[in-house]
């Protein structure tokens, strides 16, 4: 199975002559700026456990595991699966070009699955999720849902796109219900578990 999709990936590489270096290069290896209370809490040169929920290209999954090195516990989440049936197989090479960015780091691991499956797996006690999937109000909500019991007492819950509704709705929504103050910036948000 994995041989099969990585044939079909490589296959159809010509298909998309987009280099490693112009596909996303303005992100690459950036981390977003925001949540500097996750930054002060967590030091350079400490070893974290945690996940990106929504890869992509891989661009910010670089940046997270260049910030905050990991031992054997940075998980990468994303289906890549297209909008279209017809953009599949640029997705299956936005996953083929995540792959080889992501797997430079040793401490590393992707899923390819859908989130609430992904977090079946992943284990507990993750420092902070960065979430970053979808801007769909009920898929957001139950990402938090699914994502924050994995998250230990006292890390933190952070993600992207506040401007878009259906995250800003989900997200004071789910903090509301339990207490907890949302800090943010301009596109980033980000709680802490009690
Ligand atoms: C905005 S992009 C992620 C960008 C990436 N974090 C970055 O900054 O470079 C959103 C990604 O979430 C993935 N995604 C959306 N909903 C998902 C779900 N329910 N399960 C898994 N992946 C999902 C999409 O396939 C897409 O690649």
């Known amino acids: 199975m994995e041989d099969t ?8 590489l010509e298909e998309f002559p987009l280099t490693e270096r112009t596909w996303d290069s303005d992100k690459l290896g950036k981390i977003r ?6 930054k002060k809490e967590f030091p350079l040169g400490h070893r974290f456990r ?30 890549w699966i297209a909008p279209t049936e017809a953009d599949q197989p ?13 797997y430079q780091f040793p401490d590393a691991k992707i899923i390819r699955a859908a989130s609430s499956a992904a977090a079946q797996i992943v284990p507990n006690e993750l420092d902070f999720v ?20 994995k998250i230990k007492s006292g890390g933190w819950m952070w993600g992207d796109d506040w401007p ?10 789910f903090t509301r219900e339990y207490a907890l103050s949302i800090n943010r910036g301009i596109a980033q948000w980000w709680f802490q578990k009690p």
């Open 5 to 12: 999709l990585t044939e079909v990936i490589l296959g159809r």
């Open 50 to 79: 945690y996940a990106e929920v929504g890869v992509f290209s891989g661009a910010h999954a670089v940046g997270l595991l260049g910030y905050f090195p990991s031992q054997n516990d940075a998980w990468f989440v994303d289906a």
């Open 130 to 149: 960065y979430l970053d999937a979808s801007h769909d109000y009920e898929e957001v909500l139950a990402d938090i849902e699914a994502w924050f019991p």
């Open 164 to 173: 878009h509704s259906g995250v800003e709705q989900a997200v004071t929504e």
């Open 33 to 38: 700026p925001g949540a500097p209370e996750i």
């Open 90 to 102: 640029k997705w299956n090479w936005l996953y083929n070009l995540a792959s080889k960015r992501i």
